[in-house]
């Protein structure tokens, strides 16, 4: 979200396709200011999902779109089947995306987490996309500082964070897979 308010400062087109705020007035606050592109609902086995609305996208033609969440599987008759896929559609119409995977969701790497974590991820992407990027900027914390967030409500709410801590969010872990990222990305 920075970055995009950094091309957004330099005057160009950017817009929210989707973000998560998950209710953390941190990263509400971040999202104020930008054209949010309106979500498009799915209902499935009688729930109302909000999904990115791709449709809207391609018509509004922004030069820079932001999507969260790029490993997020779409509801059941969705035009793809995972987000990644929804992002190739839109950057074949010559439109930029900006957007968040975490270590985890790396196609390739998802035995090595598991081994680490004990923990099988089954959400990811294909490194075949990931190699597509033109930059791949990495957000790197200390585990030290991941924990704080966690423990401050950043990431989960407070009875989320703890067990998150306490399982996959070890300190072992978190340098490990942070190991991972540095190594993936260099």
């Not at 200011?33 to 996208?57: C, F, H, N, S, T």
């Amino acid at each position: 979200l920075m970055a995009g308010r950094a091309r957004l400062a330099d005057g160009m087109d950017v817009v929210i396709g989707i973000v998560e705020t998950h209710s953390r007035k941190e990263t509400q606050a971040l999202v104020e200011g930008y054209e949010l592109i309106p979500r498009r609902q799915v209902d499935y086995k009688g729930r109302v999902l909000d999904e990115m609305d791709i449709d809207a996208i391609l018509a509004r033609r922004p030069a820079l779109v932001l999507v969260d969440e790029l490993a997020h599987t779409n509801a059941p008759g969705s035009r793809h089947p995972k987000r990644y896929l929804d992002v190739q559609e839109i950057l074949t119409h010559g439109i930029d995306v900006y957007t968040t995977l975490n270590i985890q969701h790396v196609e390739s790497l998802n035995d090595v987490v598991a081994q680490i974590t004990r923990v099988r991820v089954r959400e990811t992407v294909p490194d075949s996309v990931i190699d597509q990027a033109d930059d791949i900027e990495i957000i790197d914390l200390t585990p030290d500082d991941l924990i704080k967030r966690l423990e401050e409500g950043k990431v989960y709410f407070p009875n989320t964070a703890q067990r998150a801590i306490e399982n996959y969010f070890s300190p072992g872990n978190l340098t490990a897979l942070r190991e991972l990222a540095l190594r993936r990305t260099a």
